[in-house]
């Protein structure tokens, strides 16, 4: 059982009422500054797509959706969305959305295939966001900026959550610190790359790691991401390759870098075909979503998704996701946890 028990622990709202309010508090706040800060529009999202079309997200194209047949449709085979990076674009080429301007939704998933531990649960919920950008936009500078923006809307979120609550101290930096995957691996080369994440992290408390998917100079990757949708092979100004990248943040409760948010410029009709021949998935260009993506049927944009339970969980300074969301734990994790005052909803 992979979990983290923090010493003395304890839950600083004091009940679960008062964490439940200042949930809600959280996720009112932030979709607010996150839509004034990119000028998003909230829409609705679906939960389940059709299997098949290549609109789903395949996150690390290892992990399996959750897949039933619809009675009323011959059987025709749908799934529950891992998360809406594809979805998302093609909205807003329905839409017709001016570069500039974007979308925002709730995004409610399943991931049967997590490892269940302090961050990852089964259930999955995040405010999935895309934007209309220009060929011109698509660039290192424009990704910086947009993770600023981010940045600053999770700022303004944790200072007004301290005047309702003062016992919620601030504690993210003034800004938010860039550094590309292969710098990581040139400075701490005899760690793994989630050591090298908390000791970048550990320095700056707020740090955006660039470049996440591609290969880097000893052969690995820093993380896993799927050839067709962050665009991970483009070069950027630094001489390095990718446009993407995770927001990670300092977690003073846990001991360690905490990821927030995965984001970044979407692949253009060259970043997916360079993709897919690396990865193999060649086989993808006659699925719908990329067939349309290769004709230029589909607008250029940046996206992403920042986990709502997450950011509750880091600014309401919780041990535990379960603290946050109602999901299903093992008995023995449970139980563990409730020993050591992590009560689970």
Known sequence: MALLLPDNYSNL????EITEKAIKSVKEMFQDNLSAQLALLRVTAPMVVLSGTGINDDLNSVERPVRFPIKDMNDKSAEVVHSLAKWKRMK??????APGRGLYTDMNALRPDEELDNLHSIYVDQWDWEKVITKEDRNLEFLKKTVRRIYEAIKVTENKLYVEYPQLVPQLPEDIFFIHSEELLQMYPGMSPKERENAVVREHKAVFVIGIGGKLSDGSVHDGRAADYDDWSTANSDGYHGLNGDILLWNDVLGMAFEV???GIRVDESALELQLKERNQEWKKDLY??????????????????????????LLRKAHIGEIQASIWPEEMKKVCAENGILLV
């Open 289 to 314: 979503f990329h067939k349309r993506l290769l004709e230029g049927g589909l607008p250029y944009t940046i996206g992403g998704g920042v986990g709502q339970s997450r950011l509750c969980m880091y």
């Open 92 to 97: 807003l080429g329905e839409l017709g959305t």
């Open 261 to 263: 948010s995965s984001m």
């Open 13 to 16: 709202l004091g009940n679960v």
